[in-house]
């Protein structure tokens, strides 16, 4: 009792925070941390509400070196568009690493986690994606195909890009949001075989229950972030593609053995259950080797860790400091 | 977005809301949905943060018929004593179950978990204790043991009251406490064994590693309520007197098994794996046995769950309608 709580909407997250270099930053630190052990991230706790047609998930994570941390509530409500709601909700508590006291109210309805999975796409590009990146391509038209392609023109500048999706017109309109806001060659293609052919980086970002890449698209000097798969039907990845890349990589491993690319290939008896993948963190580190050289062809599985919400979360604090941001409730 | 969210403090809670009979009745409709299924309740999620001394649990449950849902987060820092801050904290926040929108944060410490905590109490007292309790007895001189009592009282109204802890002074000031408040008879004892032969309602509320009341201990027309342990390492009543009693009642079997009192029985191989107790909510509802008669001896575990939550939550958003209590932030 008797201190400080700030609690901000999104309109007042998204005036403070935004996809840039200092929130990939961050999210990269949560993924260091997590190879180098002491995180503790319990498993997603999920709720599945079929008599409401909504799901909620929660993450959190404890990171050492971290002075709080974050407990995160995402809503999908797929009723809500018939109401003229959005689907996605949520919001982010931030609690302080010391005492437990709660600090901060995050009312982002899902905006935060919107960037941290975009930085967390730039940070395995950073570190999985050759080092010349002239065209880049998105499987997908959703803001998290808009928002992969500018995390990881942050860290690869490619001058080109390549959209495809099922609708033609959304591809074409991300197409041209990309062009503009980066400045750079934007096209719709229509095929995905197209897009990923001529990339060096292709992030998938469908809610896909089939495949959208195939395994014999993959060519050397190829980097794949999949970071559409974050539940068990999802597969975007064909699951022979994962042991024919030199390097896949995981964001973490439990939750890719459960909801990743990863659950697909071991269902299909295209991975061993023994073969222990490598983490995103570990290849940072240097714990463990990513790309070997500009010919390897290397896939990144993310599936979302409470560790990236946690950074997210006291990154936007840290912004806040000495700004009066928000509501401040004495409780 | 566009909606208005309601964030209220500790100080506003508890001017809202008490211990009093609606808060038991909604508790306790929560406990018959448990019952009638339909109920989505998640494992708890927890994390144990050795580093800091540290332990936070989330629970949740979707509970048809509500109109919202409550996710609680719970914090216990056990160095903050030494920092002049309270051990325990938290806060729950509580979305519509139709569109899984945010609508109420409250930012309680642990105020509405110790309400419904105590509420579940009076809820099996109400359908587990003789018709007549005279005496109720509590072991444990903490919040929960004043307020377990205050709770018991309201359906069961006693007339004297016996509590036990290691601390005679604190004991003495709890009955005290209890003496004014509920305007009986209540004394501290010399021995926990007395506070149960002399009483036909006892409540267990320690956080005991080893078990606080015997089987032998044990009498015709006794009824206990364990409502200490929340964790693996905890047990307060000796395994064998689970199946010495004549009923055996879990708030939820599986949390039961994994924390509460039969966690300890099975342990001891004083239970059997695939003997499932009755849950409180079967004994409501009718759908199964409680008390037979007034001779039988019956025991409740308690371990709290996300229902309750729920179910506070709730009540606490119907009590502010038409009222401006707390900070209402447009998001």
């Known amino acids: 009792m008797g201190h400080d709580i700030r609690v901000l909407t999104e309109a007042e997250l998204r005036a403070a925070v935004r996809l840039d270099p200092a929130t990939v930053d961050v999210v990269e630190r949560a993924f260091t941390a997590l190879a180098k052990g002491g995180v503790i ?29 974050a407990l995160k509530v995402s809503t999908g409500f797929f009723g809500n568009a018939k109401l003229g709601l959005p689907s996605l909700g949520g919001l982010m508590v931030l609690l302080s690493a010391q005492t437990g006291a709660v600090v ?67 591809a074409q309109a991300c197409a041209d949001e990309l062009s503009l806001d980066l400045g750079i060659e934007a096209l719709a293609v229509p095929e995905a075989e197209q897009a990923v052919a001529e990339s060096q980086l292709v992030v998938t970002t469908t809610p896909a229950r089939e495949p959208v890449l195939r395994a014999e698209w993959l060519h050397p000097g190829l980097h794949v972030t999949a970071m559409g798969s974050d539940a068990e039907a999802k597969n975007e990845i064909a699951p022979e593609a994962l042991r ?12 890719c053995r459960a909801l990743g690319e990863l659950r697909s290939a071991l269902e299909a008896g295209q991975w061993k259950n023994d073969d222990r993948p490598v983490e995103l963190g570990e290849v940072i580190s240097g714990a463990a080797p990513g790309r070997r050289g ?20 006291s990154h936007v604090f840290g912004a806040l400091e000495g700004s009066d941001t928000g509501t401040v409730i004495r409780a």
Not at 52 to 64: L, Q, R, S
């Open 294 to 313: 500009s010919d390897d062809i290397t896939i990144a599985d993310l599936t979302g860790t409470g560790a990236q919400d946690t950074a997210i979360a």
């Open 244 to 255: 024919h890349a030199d390097a896949y990589i995981c964001d973490r491993v439990d939750q």
């Open 104 to 170: 901060a109210v995050f009312l982002d309805n899902g905006y935060l986690t919107d960037l941290r999975t975009a930085a967390a796409g730039a940070v395995a590009a950073r570190h999985l994606a050759p080092a010349t990146v002239d065209t880049a391509g998105v499987i997908g038209t959703g803001l998290q195909a808009r928002l992969q392609m500018k995390a990881a023109h942050l860290v690869r500048p490619f001058t080109r890009c390549l959209v495809w999706g099922r609708d033609r017109d959304k």
């Open 41 to 69: 991230m319990p498993p997603i706790m999920s709720m599945d509400l079929e008599a409401v047609n909504g799901e909620v998930d929660v993450k959190t994570a404890f990171i050492p070196g971290f002075d709080h941390f």
